[in-house]
C-alpha cells in the first residue's frame, strides 16, 4: 500500500484543463467511487476536492442566477414556519 503522505498532491484554485478532466471522467465513469476518481481522471487532486469540485461548481444540474417569485415565497414560508433553524429548502418539492 503506497504512502499517502509521501504523495505529492496539489491544491488551491483548480484550473480550466483540471475541471475539463474531471467533467470527462465523470461522463465516462459516472458519479460514485470517489476514491478512483483522481486516478482515473489523471488529477493530483484529493478524492475529497474532487467530490467537492464536482458537486458544487461543475455538476450540470446546479442552477446559478435568481431564483423565481415563487422560490422566494417559499423560502418565506419556510423561514415563518421553522424560524432561523437550518432549513434544507432543498429538501422540499415546490
Known amino acids: 500500500m503506497k504512502n499517502v503522505s509521501a504523495l505529492k498532491l496539489r491544491k488551491g484554485a483548480w484550473s480550466s484543463d483540471e475541471d475539463a478532466l474531471l467533467r470527462e471522467c465523470i461522463h465516462l465513469y459516472g458519479e460514485g ?44 414560508r419556510l423561514h415563518r414556519l421553522l424560524g432561523n433553524r437550518q432549513a434544507h429548502p432543498a429538501n422540499y418539492e415546490l
Do not use: F
Open 33 to 76: 467511487k470517489w476514491h478512483l476518481v483522481p486516478q482515473r481522471a489523471g488529477l493530483d487532486r484529493c478524492r475529497k476536492s474532487c467530490r467537492l469540485r464536482w458537486l458544487n461548481y461543475l455538476r450540470p444540474t446546479i442552477r446559478r442566477g435568481d431564483s423565481s417569485a415563487d422560490e422566494v415565497d417559499l423560502m418565506m
